[in-house]
């Protein structure tokens, strides 16, 4: 029925695809923690079997087990443990169609440090400030970057020459390191702006102007700290895109034939931007990643700094959710960067028509 | 040949070359010249630059001079290593798939593609929250170079399936060479540069992803790298402190390792790739 | 019948390339017979199957279903049959290894031979074969690829036919990329081997001129398929087959009428 | 008054390192309404150099260095290159490129680029009626339009896109066209098609004059009047088709068309003229002849006399000892 709908079929076959990445990446965020002696499954195993813990953590723990389907459990929902105290493992398999199970309801657990606070809720408090900080950035950085390096190919001379080793040096800087020098020229040495958070201190979270202005002031730093660097990096790969599209038989012809020089900037522009939007799908996980990054550095109260004290305080439960809810976001923005490339680009797209013969 | 000797001529990549070389000599030559200990306590905390600490102390009063040349050469090491790791890795997989083509290649392309869009940035914490006891520096490099092998099996795939096209690997076949001989002589030569490219920016990013990981708190346990050096700066307030000279120079060490890779990397892309050249 | 003075007999001969829906079908039932010390030209169109019917020839790409025999058996033993049947290619440029002397890699062509010759009397083949294509071999002493201009190339190819000495040649449009004087010269190192070496040539071209000129018999193809086949008189100038007919009026020949205004 | 001039037209390349390297020297010839001039030459003779010459378009490293190129009387040298883009390019001279496959704007609709070249030469068109113009002068040309129009080039054959090259490039009805080996990428019964077309547009004036380059002699033999043959930036031999074919003069086009080949009674007797050697490197000044060094008749003398073009037999021949 769908090869009358190709566009359709594309779309269903791609989303397809991702799906299967999807469990791909969910078999990882399974198994990757059990490997290692000392991973910390077996950590928690040996601790609600020696109980060594306290009590607060015992229950903590066991409560892990439990939801995670991880331990057999008797008739009234306990822990069913072996003669010598130690909890009764579940097969691995059915560890892992359990764990499956919670995934795709949308459950992850009960966090360790701030029991008896779901993963769901603590996610939920971060992610809005994340978006807010990473969609614009790199929506932004990745346009503003794509127009500086279509122009330093198209003009050359000085103005390429002064801006394409800047760009280098963007592209070299870690995401974090620029974020903190930021951080130390305008927060500490000359202080405009707030070193951490994402608003003042004293301020509880509200729709009032007060706190919406807080909010911006301290969004600035992080803002330009992710922004420079992904913009920087954009622009190389623009650069010698456009370099090479200039180069092509097209461009030349629209030459003689008396083309204006905007309307052949505009085909090299679009030309150059197809695969640069590929190259987007790729990265977007590396620029995330490093988003998260800056985030933590500037104390900033989106998924970042959730991660981070997560890691520190060894909560595994967030640990976990959090990467997962990272992988399923970076697939939805490959997917949507892929179905975009379908309408966008007529070679893709005539594939797409043809595919339904 | 004569493509080494234009790369000779071409500024970026002298430049890339000597900024690059002068780090690994200084990591590997300064221990020789200047006493290393990054456990002794030799002064206060934070003490500023002076004569006797050319680069000051950290928060634990140690010689940050020290802890800088030992952390230059571990993410050198850690850089080379993934950078190693992911580049054979992707090459072999490449050639085996590009050159192989049929269902093995797209079998290749297919887990390629599938592990290329799981964030590596995921898979890198997740192993190295799991192994919490004996994360060392050189497993620390396997896990970005497991990581990081995609990019170049997809890079190199698509290389060396526009090479398989070219006339004298058939003639090389009438020729009766085997198809190991084939790959070693017809195809390898053709990769060399482009390999040697690909290796150049895992290398860069296996620097990079280590400084991430080192900065999360999930570097090694057993030796300092530049990036745990800025994690701790950061830990310990060294921002807040105004000690600048606990996190500027492993930033700009950092900086400048990628940057002169980086301007190695383009420089030869312009001379092997001569679209590019004005 | 099949005998030892036919070169290739084929019969029911398909190839077919890709699976599925998107199979095509690049040779089609072909039934043809190639004897002794003949030369047949293959002309036809692009995408008419021509190079890939040369593959089959070289043992490059296995056939999908029929009988290809050379000398009444068929190719079991590869190295045999290349030791027996040898190729010049179109691009003179893809055929050689840029990081490779050319010296070097006509001596690598030694390397199908049952013994190979001592070290002393390969220089002196690789000389002989050189002159024969009238090139001094201090020309191209230590040169790579890249350095010399593509009719040089071209001769190269066929040096290292002279080195080989193969009872077959399969020549894949060996002059569509050398320009027209340069042309003349290929076809004459191609004759002088025929009468020297007594070849079997399957000559490959989609210029009918060309395969007039240099052939015994010459084969039409057309997709897939042998659409006319007999002496080059016979095709050339009396055509039978309305796909012959069509290329013949197609291409454009000086002594004819092409186009009408 | 012939419709295009090209008078002692000299051409260089200007190298990194401030050294000139000729690459088209002292061309010379006019052409008049309606005719075909087809220009022969191996690969890197300069043919290409002197097709961006004749269009006034110097894009650096190519500059001129003397001579002149009047089409309509009006000379298109020294012009500002926004001047020669608005009035010369498409509009005067056009261009007919080989390799349609990548002529055209893979991401971009076949009226869309016909219409930004329209566009760019035009000011105040009206959307609605320059498409109505497309529409009337594909139609005009024979093309399959409402399919053509709104295709993207992959969606066309090979055939149908240089087709449409040729109806975008001659949208402004010039003066001259040059089609530099339009038909170089297709297959024999394509071409013809092609050919037809070209014909077509000519008799139809909607272009005035034509150069046609190629190096396939058999097919410049029915598409040109007169034929240049070109060699090392020289034009060695200028005359008709029938006397450059079937009498030529020059021991280069000699040569050319002693290898050329063709299926007819006899021709297995003949024994074609083979060359050795490659063209001169004009980086290094030549004092004689450029032909020299690969000559069958060449003298001591050719080697320090530069040549001239010279009338032999009712056409001009770069050769002393042509007769």
Sequence with gaps: ?357 | ?278 | MPSETTIFSAKNLTCVFGHGKKSTKAIDDLTFSIADQEIVSLVGGSGCGKSVLAKIMLNLIKPTSGEFLYKGKPIIDQRFHWREVQPVFQDPFSCFNFFFTIRDQLKASFGIMKTKPSKKEMEERVDQALLAVNIVPSEIQGKYAFELSGGQMQRMLLARIFILRPAVLIADEPTSMVDACVRASILDYLMKLKKELSMTIVFITHDIGLAYYVSDRIFIMHRGKIVEQGTPDDVALKPKNEHTMKLLDDIPDIHKNWISR | MPIFEVDNLHLHYLTRFGAKIPAVAGVTFSMEKGEVLGIAGESGCGKSTLVNGCMGLFIPPLWPTSGNVRVDGESIMGRSPKDVRKNILGRKVAMIPQGAFNSLNPTRKIKDQAADMIVSHESNVDKKALYERLRQRFDLIGMETEKVLGAYPIQLTAGTRQRCVIGISTLLDPKMVIADEPTSALDVTTQKAVIRMIFDLLDKQIFSTMIFITHELPLLRHVANRIAVMYAGEFVELGTTDQVIFDPRHPYTKALMGAMLSAEPGQRQRKPVAIEGAPPNLAYPISGCRFAERCPQVRPECRVNKQEIRIVADRQVRCDYAE
């Design chain 1, 1 to 357: 029925m769908l090869k009358r709908y190709p566009t359709v079929r594309y779309i269903v076959t791609r989303g397809g695809w991702y799906f299967l990445t999807f469990l791909v990446a969910v078999t990882l965020n399974f198994f990757l923690p059990r490997m290692g002696k000392s991973n910390p499954i077996d950590i928690i195993m040996a601790k609600v079997g020696g109980g060594l813990d306290t009590k607060a953590a015992q229950a903590k723990e066991e409560a892990y087990l439990k939801e995670f389907g991880l331990v057999e459990l008797d008739a009234q929902k306990n822990i069913r443990r072996s003669a010598d105290g130690k909890p009764v493992r579940t097969p691995v398999w059915k560890q892992f169609r359990n764990y499956v199970g919670m995934c795709l309801r949308g459950d992850l657990g009960t966090s360790f440090l701030n029991y008896p606070k779901k993963v769901v809720d603590i996610i939920k408090q971060a992610i809005p400030w994340t978006i807010a900080l990473q969609l614009p950035t790199i929506i932004f950085g990745w346009i503003i970057g794509n127009v500086l390096g279509a122009l330093a190919a198209y003009r050359r001379g000085i103005f390429d020459g002064v801006f394409f080793p800047l760009a280098l040096l963007a592209n070299a800087m870690p995401f974090f390191a620029f974020g903190m020098l930021l951080m130390y020229l305008f927060a500490i040495i000359w202080p405009i702006f707030p070193a951490v958070g994402g608003y003042a201190g004293n301020l509880v979270p509200t729709l009032s102007w007060t706190f919406l202005s807080s909010m911006a002031y301290h969004y600035i730093l992080p803002f330009f700290s992710i922004f420079l660097i992904l913009a920087g990096g954009q622009a190389i790969g623009m650069r010698s895109m456009c370099i090479y599209e200039l180069g092509t038989d097209y461009v030349k012809y629209a030459k003689w034939l008396g083309v204006r020089e905007n309307k052949i900037l505009m085909y090299m522009f679009r030309n150059a931007m197809l695969p640069q939007l590929t190259g987007l799908a790729l990265s977007i996980g590396q620029m995330i990643g490093g988003a998260l990054i800056t985030e933590m550095i500037f104390s900033y109260p989106g998924l970042g700094m959730a991660l981070l004290t997560a890691i520190q305080g060894n909560d595994y439960p967030v640990i976990q959710g959090c990467t997962l809810l990272v992988t399923v976001s970076v697939l939805c923005a490959n997917f949507i960067v892929d179905i975009l490339i379908g309408f966008l680009d007529p070679r893709v797209k005539a594939g797409i028509a043809g595919g339904g013969k």
């Design chain 2, 1 to 278: 040949m004569k493509l080494l000797l234009n790369l000779l001529k071409t500024p970026m990549f002298v430049i890339g070359t000597t900024i690059f070389f002068g780090t690994v000599l200084v990591a590997l030559f300064a221990p020789m010249m200047y006493h290393v200990d990054i456990i002794a306590r030799v002064g206060m905390p934070y003490m500023p630059p002076g004569k006797e600490h050319l680069l000051g102390t950290n928060h634990l009063g140690v010689d940050m001079m020290s802890l800088l040349i030992k952390g230059l050469g571990s993410s050198l090491y850690v850089g080379f290593l993934a950078g190693m790791i992911a580049t054979v890795t992707g090459t072999l997989l490449g050639i085996y798939g590009g050159f192989k083509g049929g269902w093995q290649d797209d079998f290749i392309t297919l887990i390629t593609n599938l592990f290329l869009v799981i964030p590596t940035f995921v898979v890198l914490i997740l192993i190295s929250s799991s192994l919490k006891e004996g994360r060392s520096l050189a497993l620390i490099a396997g896990i970005i170079g497991a990581t990081a092998w995609t990019w170049s099996a997809r890079a190199v795939r698509a290389q060396s399936a526009s090479i398989k096209s070219r006339d004298h690997i058939a003639l090389a076949r009438v020729n009766g060479e085997g198809t190991l001989k084939i790959v070693v002589k017809q195809i390898l030569p053709y990769l060399f540069s482009y390999v040697f490219m690909v290796f150049i920016m895992q290398t860069a990013s296996g620097i990079l992803s280590e400084a991430c990981i080192s900065m999360i708190g999930l570097g090694p346990y057993d030796t300092v790298s530049l990036g745990t050096i800025l994690n701790e700066a950061m830990r310990n307030e060294a921002l807040g402190d105004g000690a600048w000279w606990a996190f500027i120079p492993p930033m700009i060490l950092i900086t400048i390792i990628v940057f002169a890779l980086n301007f190695i990397n383009t420089s030869m892309e312009g001379v092997f790739n001569p679209r590019l050249r004005k």
